[in-house]
């Protein structure tokens, strides 16, 4: 691409004159975990009268245009129905170099050129940390960005070092001085060779090179909204001093499935708080045999269970359901969560999120990605058990789930942190340092 522009030293802070109804372009990627935060800021933008725009995967095409909300397709078109690739993008230990590698650098050229034609007359662009294209889109175009990232484990503070997929255990080593300093130079030592192509595509461009994108250089000096609850995670003193932390963004959306709200709704005013078990938008692919664990766990304890087994055909319960136990594709976690005796969840933040807001006991079963730092700080708030994944099975389960629901000091604190993110308002804070942000 022909480049005639002269670029400024800083272009995060290159905003323009704008008038009262900004143009905000909001980039995602990945899976409905990490679409609904930005559904849910869009709507808050068009809230207050400004235009958003989403830029995310084709396949999510339907779901933002059915919130009203202007939509633009950027490559790759992920498909979550791609079992295989799913599969290999959900593994403990290599799972976020296969979503990198695989992926999201692969495409980066066509997504460069996608968000480039989507922000032809954007204001300014927010960015997912996996929009590797974004901000080299706001820097060619001389737009306002606002980076976001949806976890903790996204600022590496090598003062709340996080849980690390691939180094499940060695958390409990952070302690011995040296160890987080050698993991962070291991890590870039790895990582620098993946992210070549977006230093070449910045140098064909005419950029300056930028941090690391997959470190420093995916928070924007303008702006870093972190979208969690600060039970989670405290700012740390290596934290973007461009952070802030907003809250969780939920989206609150009405049910998608009629028959199946019914069916549930009959379910849970015929007997007692069930156990929920759902393993989000990412997880329910290479469920295993989660649920038939699950369902078996349920029985030990004689507790009534609500099974969010994905899609038709996903996912298969070997075990005959009678009337202590319903499997349903989904369900929306804000109206189910606080009905539940206890959710079994893989650790997602959006599940997480909804499960902090709940107020109920959780046992976490991480998969990869965020979800073992996240599994662990909700055990560090008291509210949580973890067990991994491949020791998942129905006596562990059953054993960590009789704890739960044993323990008031558990209950108790989960109604505290709830009451904490219940008076949080992610949406309304994001929408408000965009603005700010942007203006100047």
Not at 56 to 69: I, K, M, N
Not at 206 to 226: F, I, N, V
Not at 257 to 281: I, M, N, W, Y
Request: with cysteine; proline share 9%.
């Amino acid at each position: 691409m022909e480049n005639n522009l002269a670029w400024p030293e800083d272009p995060a802070h290159i905003g323009r004159v704008h008038p009262v109804s900004m143009r905000i372009l909001l980039t995602t990627f990945g899976t409905r975990g990490d679409l609904n935060p930005y559904l849910a800021i869009a709507g808050g933008l068009a809230a207050r009268g400004h235009e958003p725009v989403v830029a995310t995967h084709e396949y999510w095409r339907a779901d933002v245009e059915s919130e009203g909300l202007a939509f633009r397709p950027v490559r790759p078109d992920a498909h979550p129905e791609d079992k295989e690739l799913f599969a290999r993008a959900m593994h403990p230990r290599w799972g976020p170099a296969v979503v990198l590698r695989e992926m999201v650098l692969p495409a980066l050229r066509e997504s460069h050129a996608d968000t480039f034609a989507a922000a032809s007359d954007a204001d300014a662009i927010v960015s997912h940390p996996l929009s590797l294209a974004a901000p080299i889109v706001a820097a060619e175009r001389g737009l306002p960005w606002i980076s976001t990232v949806l976890a903790p484990l996204s600022f590496f503070s090598r003062h709340d070092f996080p849980v690390l997929g691939p180094l499940p255990h060695a958390w409990r080593l952070y302690g011995i001085p040296g160890v987080v300093s050698l993991v962070v130079r291991t890590m870039r030592s790895v990582t620098r060779s993946w992210t070549r192509p977006v230093r070449q595509l910045r140098e064909e461009l005419g950029l300056p090179p930028g941090g690391d994108p997959l470190q420093e250089g995916q928070h924007s000096p303008l702006r870093t909204l972190a979208l969690f609850s600060r039970v989670l995670a405290d700012p740390q003193p290596d934290w973007p001093k461009s952070t802030r932390v907003t809250g969780f963004a939920f989206r609150d959306a009405p049910s998608e499935d009629e028959p199946d709200a019914r069916r549930l709704e009959a379910f849970l005013v015929a007997g007692p708080p069930p156990v929920v078990f759902t393993l989000g938008s990412s997880a329910v692919n290479v469920a295993g045999r989660f649920y038939d664990e699950s369902l078996a766990a349920a029985r030990r304890l004689g507790r009534r269970a609500v099974l969010l087994v994905g899609d038709e055909g996903v996912n298969r319960i070997s075990p005959s359901l009678h009337d202590d136990a319903i499997a349903i594709a989904r369900a929306p976690h804000r109206a189910l969560f606080p009905r539940a005796a206890a959710i079994v969840h893989h650790g997602g933040i959006g599940t997480l999120a909804e499960g902090l807001r709940s107020g109920r006991p959780m046992l976490v079963v991480p998969w990869s990605h965020d979800q073992p730092d996240n599994a662990r700080r909700a055990a560090r708030l008291g509210v949580a058990r973890v067990l991994s994944s491949g020791r998942y099975r129905a006596a562990r389960a059953a054993a960590a789930l009789e704890e739960l629901l044993d323990d008031p000091v558990c209950a108790a604190r989960a109604g505290e942190v709830s009451r904490i993110v219940r008076e949080e308002d992610g949406v309304s804070a994001a929408c408000e340092e965009i603005a700010t942000a942007v203006r100047g």
